[in-house]
């Protein structure tokens, strides 16, 4: 075995690599809970992409073919019913160890410097994520697929000029036809897995090139002993990959429990509506996305004509304080000239455009967290009051924006999404000023 490790690790870098991102890989010694949901999202990454893979060997894409194929799965092949809800449940599972991961990172600062790059990186896998499934959602040609895929690819309508030649491109067709059922299944099963490949190789290079955080948001770099190995690190391997196996069997026993109890959780995880074939004739009562969508459904479902005086003000209120606290006079000029063309644009534009803008910008607007944060202290146990509060806030507006889209938009639940979309972005527009102010503790030199 020495010798046959010997032969392939002069033809490829086989020790290289497993000391680099392993064995040799020094990690901050104070990892806690919040840092499975890292190993997790790979391990779900990869029942995926199997379960995928199995699910493709009796899938038809073809809107004859395509419902039918999918209930002879469950019905007919071997095990196939297992393997179409590890796919369907799993998909949910993968967001919420996504969000759970993103949330670490605001907890203990992950997005700050040096990690820049990788939080970018990791924010381009969350969009390609959202761009897998909402791709995946369609394959199964159920009822509630095709008119949530309608709704979805209708929202391209509403930007000026290009909007509906890029909702034809997006269909392939006039309506969501068969063209369009192969081009999902091609970028669904293809495409896309190959580049959440590669970016999440891409993300653990950047990751471990400048070293992982820790809850205490101290760089171990910066203490090294006169080996230079950092004073508060330890070996990855096999100190954290003994516990992260402990968090696998954990996490896939709640998974198993939710696949062989209730793999559609009520219709979060897989609506009542999908078990029936689409039909061009008959539109569901409510069309609403899979529940990780929701939040962002209710910002675009808010933004109606009459909510349009106060995101006026909002702008403004942000504009001015921009304004006032720059000291760039290009920045000053930003403040003063972007305001007043969203203002103009508020009342000149549909609302329906501005929906799909905003939908679009609460999820872009997490690229811009490392340099809008500009707290003094990464992790929030040296944090002051405001960000822990401004946080706490965030948490359960997304929780409930993600409630109210599941909800018809009228009456309480319109005004409550109205309310919610303006303190979601609240969040991060005033982020810049309280992050700045917030009263914070000392940071020890060393790890706690």
Request: hydrophobic share 55%.
């Amino acid at each position: 075995m020495q010798s046959l490790l010997e032969w392939v690790d002069a033809r490829f870098p086989l020790l290289k690599v497993w000391n680099e991102h392993l064995a040799e890989y020094y990690a901050p010694k104070n990892f806690n809970f919040w840092y499975y949901f890292g190993s997790l999202a790979i391990l779900m990454l990869v029942l995926q992409i199997f379960s995928g893979i199995f699910l493709t060997i009796h899938y038809k894409p073809d809107v004859g073919l395509a419902f039918a194929s999918v209930e002879y799965i469950m019905r007919d092949v071997p095990w196939g019913w297992f393997i179409r809800y590890l796919h369907s449940t799993g998909a949910s599972a993968f967001f919420i160890v996504i969000y759970l991961h993103m949330f670490r990172a605001l907890l203990y600062g992950s997005h700050r410097g040096p990690r820049e790059l990788v939080w970018i990186m990791g924010m381009v896998i969350f969009v390609a994520l959202m761009a897998e499934s909402f791709m995946g959602y369609l394959l199964p040609w159920g009822n509630m697929s095709y008119w949530g895929a309608q709704v979805i690819i209708n929202l391209f309508d509403a930007i000026p000029v290009i909007g509906p030649g890029l909702s034809e491109w997006i269909r392939g067709d006039f309506v969501i036809s068969d063209a369009t059922l192969n081009r999902f299944f091609a970028f669904h099963v293809a495409a896309v897995p190959l580049v959440l490949v590669i970016l999440v190789f891409m993300h653990i290079v950047a990751l471990h090139r400048v070293g992982s955080n820790n809850p205490d948001g101290i760089e171990i770099k910066e203490n090294k002993g006169a080996d230079g190995i950092p004073l508060d690190g330890i070996p990855f391997h096999p100190y954290y990959t003994v516990k992260d196996i402990v968090a696998v069997v954990v996490f896939l026993i709640v998974l198993s429990s939710v696949l062989f109890f209730a793999p559609e959780l009520g219709g979060w995880f897989l609506e009542h509506d999908n078990f029936t074939p689409a039909n061009v004739l008959q539109t569901p009562p409510e069309i609403v996305p899979l529940w990780y969508f929701t939040p962002y459904y209710s910002i675009l479902r808010a933004c109606t004509p009459d909510y349009m005086i106060y995101l006026s003000i909002f702008v403004g209120i942000v504009g001015a304080m921009t304004l006032f606290s720059a000291r760039n006079i290009m920045v000053k000029a930003v403040a003063v000239v972007t305001p007043l063309i969203l203002i103009v644009g508020f009342y000149t534009l549909e609302a329906k455009f501005w929906g799909v803008v905003a939908m679009g910008v609460s999820i872009m607007v997490f690229f811009a967290l490392p340099w809008l944060d500009r707290s003094t202290v990464k992790s929030i146990r040296y944090r002051g009051w405001m960000y822990k509060t401004a946080l706490g806030i965030f948490v359960v507006t997304f929780l409930v924006l993600g409630y109210l889209g599941t909800q018809p938009p009228e009456g309480l639940y319109k005004a409550l999404a109205q309310i919610g979309t303006l303190i979601y972005f609240a969040f991060f527009a005033f982020m810049p000023w309280y992050s700045q102010i917030d009263k914070t503790k000392p940071v020890p030199e060393r790890v706690t």
